[in-house]
Structure formats: C-alpha cells, structure tokens
C-alpha cells in the first residue's frame, strides 16, 4: 500500500492479519449515520479508535479540530501501538468523513504508509464482511516518530499573504450557501461568505454513497476549478471536510497542496478579516 491515498474494502479484507497493519476507527460520537445511527457501536475487528476530538487535537485552541502540537501527536500515535513501519488504515462509519482528516494529518507527520478506507464501516458492511463491538483498549506503546511537513498546514498568516500574492488558489469544500453567503454557517454568531480570491467545491462533489468518484471524473472537477494547476490550499468550516478535498486531489492530481487548519471558523472569527459574499 506504499504511497496509496486508498484502499478498498476487499483490499483490507484481505490482509487482516498483517502483522504490521493498523486499523483506525476514526468515527467520533457526535457523526450519526442518518442511515444506521448504530454503527458507531460496531466497529471492523481489531480497529482502534482515534478520539480526534480530545486526543488529536489541541485541546488548549479557541478553535475546534486544531492540529496539535508534534510532542502531542507523536505520543498519541504511540499509545495506539503505532510504530513506524505500521501500515495504516483509517475508515468512518460515515464512509467517508473524518478518516481524510486523520489520513492528512499522519501524513503530515511525515508517515507515508497510511491510506483511508474507501466507503469506510458501511462498505464494510455491503459485504458482509465481520464486525465486532466498538471496544476502547489499551496497548503495547509503540515506536512511532513525527517529522511535521511544516508546507503540509497553513496558517492565517499565510491565508492573508495568499490573497495579496494569489500564488495559490484557495479551495473552500463548504457547501455552495455558506460559501456565497446565503446560508448561515452552523456555529452561532459566525458570519458566512468567503475568503477573498478562494473558489468553492463543497465537498460532497468529490463522494458518491460515501466513496470518492472515480479518477476521471475528479480529474474533469479539478482541471475545471484549477486549470493552470497551481498549487492549491484547502479549507473548509474547522478543517476537517478540506482533507476530503486534499485527498480526492490526491487522487486526480499531483499538484502541490495544503490545509488552512483553522479554516472558516477561524478565519470568520476575527471581525477584521475580509469576508466576500455573492448576492
């Protein structure tokens, strides 16, 4: 799986008993499957869960989602008994949600051995392929080492020199509404619109039933939204559908690429910000 952003279901069927294969539930409490809101109790065997909420992440941010501090993650990873030549597997119960999330960021941190199950547990389940109880254990701690790719995760900083150099196109993947400006935004008192100069392409555009589209057709939304192939930067409403992006593009097209990580919740949150809106 060296170097593959995904991997599918027969895939990992089939090397289960890997030894050196980890599996990551990276579903999280609060993401209900609308079509089975009991999934999150069944998990695929052996698979451990990833809390991004309260462990990957910097809980000390104003901003949820926050990618945490090199220290924190690499002592996370450990205690899920990652080590550096683990191959990683992450999958959602939502098929395809918050495991590109997790996905980035481990690549990020310099693993290139880790790839997102494509359809996640309800692929899984198509098959019928086993399952057992979502358990939380504890394990043998492992040997995993971060080197942070610092050009993997852009700041605030970097989003204003963005809008002034427009070096790089800024990709937002919240829906069409929110983006221009005519829906409100989820969190209570932020404001929608979008970062001056940034293109939409809500997320859901790249997915169909919970997997990513097939190349050609990510390639065709690409090639239309970044015909000069410029290095990209994604971002979203907390940075965590923007990786949904950075992976589809991962697929399509090999152009340099990046996550706003505070995304529109911390972009919005400053009342001094440029904010456009579409009428």
């Given amino acids: 799986m060296k ?4 991997v599918t279901v027969d895939w990992l069927q089939e090397n289960l008993k890997n030894p050196d294969l980890i599996i990551l539930n990276a579903s999280q409490p609060e993401n209900k499957n609308v079509e089975n809101e009991e999934l999150y109790k069944l998990q695929i065997p052996g698979a451990r869960w990833v809390d991004l909420k309260n462990v990957f992440s910097d809980v000390n941010s104003s901003f949820p989602n926050t990618f945490p501090d090199v220290t924190i993650f690499e002592s996370a990873a450990q205690s899920l008994g990652i080590n550096n030549k683990s191959k990683i597997v992450v999958y959602d119960n939502l098929g395809a949600y918050t495991s590109p999330r997790v996905w980035w960021m481990f690549k990020a941190m310099g693993h290139s051995q880790v790839a997102v199950l494509d359809g996640g547990l309800p692929e899984w389940l198509i098959k019928n392929f086993e399952v057992e ?33 427009k070096d790089e196109l800024i990709v937002d993947a919240r829906s069409e509404g929110r983006f221009k400006g005519t829906a409100p935004e989820p969190r209570e008192g932020l404001s929608s619109g979008h970062i001056p100069g940034s293109v939409n392409l809500p997320y859901t555009e790249v997915l169909k039933d919970g997997k990513f589209k097939p ?21 979203c409403g907390s940075g965590v559908t923007a990786c949904i992006l950075y992976l589809a593009n991962e697929l399509a097209a090999k152009v340099k690429k990046s996550v706003y990580d505070g995304s529109w919740t911390e972009w919005a949150h400053n009342d001094e910000r440029p904010i456009d809106k579409i009428k």
């Fill in 215 to 235: 190349k050609e057709e990510l390639q065709h939304l690409f090639e239309k939204l970044n015909p000069e192939n410029n290095p990209m930067i994604f971002s």
């Fill in 133 to 165: 109880p979502f358990v939380v254990k504890t394990y043998e701690r492992g040997n995993f080492k971060a080197d942070l790719h610092f050009d993997e995760v852009k700041g605030t900083k970097d989003i204003l020199a963005q809008i002034k150099s």
């Fill in 3 to 6: 170097n593959t952003p995904l």
